[in-house]
């Protein structure tokens, strides 16, 4: 007793053969085709998402190169004022000593008096 579902082949004359064959080669053709396009289509995204994290990471860098640099900023700057505070006092000091001698050598005048 044959089993159920089962189709007993038939032989296919040869032109329905070439048929077969023709439609079996256009559903391959149209299957790597499809296989081509997500391909094309994962890879554009999956290019899109790194040029994405590539921004991210580049903006992140920036900041970062931005905040070095202006702590290093902040040091020169820091020593260019101790430096002038220096040469300031060190220049106010010349003067108020300049100005003790010449209060000594006009009898103990006021500073003020040397304006008149």
Do not use: Y
Not at 41 to 69: C, G, M, P, Y
Not at 81 to 106: G, P
């Amino acid at each position: 007793m044959p089993k159920k579902g089962k189709k007993a082949k038939i032989p296919l004359s040869d032109e329905e053969q070439l048929l077969l064959f023709q439609q079996r080669l256009l559903a391959e053709e149209e299957a790597a085709k499809k296989k081509e396009r997500l391909l094309t289509q994962f890879l554009k995204d999956k290019l899109a998402k790194e040029e994405h994290n590539s921004a991210l990471n580049l903006n992140k860098i920036n900041t970062q190169w931005r905040t070095v640099l202006r702590e290093v900023k902040t040091r020169e700057l820091h020593k260019d004022i101790e430096i002038l505070s220096q040469t300031f006092e060190r220049v106010v000091d010349c003067k108020d000593s300049v100005i003790k001698a010449l209060q000594e050598a006009k009898g103990g005048q006021r500073p003020s008096d040397f304006l008149e």
